[in-house]
């Protein structure tokens, strides 16, 4: 599986973003992880649709949209408008059956559905969903906010993820988001993950591009050797 560094908006300079996605393409990312919060689903407030739309007309980076909402449903023809090519909903925003209609809308307009799952959420929740996702997205953080601490507790899940998406949909991705940076990345590479956000450590490290080197390099050393010898 090949291995995508996906910086995340969440800790760029909001009063220069335009440069901000400029330096990213110029870092080598493989595409912008862009967190859009309501308030409601999780304690904080990001951007949205308008910001996605701007963003997508001055990059040709594919954009991947995490939707830390309660209600994603209804946004997704906006989101397809506004550029996106991945949506990523939460497994635990909404009722089973509304996450099953929300994946299948979000194909339907032909953009890739990923389903995420916080620190509570079992693996076994995408089971539902498995042959209608593009990616799984197990978050290392509790979602919210950037800058925090990984949770190397959730290496368990991301394997548990892979051992299931082999025998279900092989080519199915792993996300993994929250506190990776060089030293946490080798441990999710090593569990399973393909594709990895990076806030802080890349918009905020003093040299974005070898930040997002040296991430790929390590995670592309590490990948499924088992994270117990990572
Ligand atoms: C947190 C967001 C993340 C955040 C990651 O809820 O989903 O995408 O931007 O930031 P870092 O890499 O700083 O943990
Ligand atoms: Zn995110």
Redo the contacts with the bound molecule.
């Keep these: 599986m090949k291995i995508r560094i996906a910086p995340?908006l969440?800790?760029a300079d909001f009063t220069r973003l335009a440069e901000e996605v400029h330096r990213a393409e110029r870092a080598g990312a493989d595409m912008l992880?862009c967190?859009v919060m309501d308030g409601v689903y999780?304690p904080n407030i990001s951007f949205g649709f308008p910001v996605i739309r701007q963003i997508s007309k001055i990059t040709p980076l594919p954009l991947d949209v995490?939707m830390?909402t309660s209600c994603p449903r209804k946004y997704i023809d906006v989101l397809r408008d506004a550029g996106a090519l991945i949506v990523t909903v939460h497994s635990d925003a909404m009722p089973p059956d509304e996450v099953k209609e929300t994946i299948r809308a979000i194909r339907d307009t032909g953009m890739v559905a990923a389903l995420a799952l916080r620190p509570a959420c079992p693996a076994e929740e995408i089971l539902p969903y498995v042959h209608d996702i593009g990616m799984v997205l197990v978050m290392t953080?509790e979602?919210?906010?950037?800058?925090?601490k990984f949770m190397a507790d959730m290496m368990p899940k991301v394997q548990a993820v892979r051992a299931i998406l082999d025998r279900e949909s092989p080519l199915c991705e792993i996300q993994v988001?929250?506190?990776?940076g060089d030293a946490t990345v080798k441990d999710a590479a090593a569990a399973g993950a393909n594709v990895f956000?990076?806030?802080?450590?890349s918009f905020r490290a003093p040299d974005m591009g070898e930040a997002v080197s040296s991430i790929r390099s390590a995670a592309e050393a590490a990948y499924r050797t088992g994270w117990q010898n990572a």
């Design positions: 995340s969440l800790a992880h967190d999780v995490h830390m953080v979602p919210g906010f950037g800058g925090q988001d929250g506190g990776i956000v990076v806030g802080t450590a």
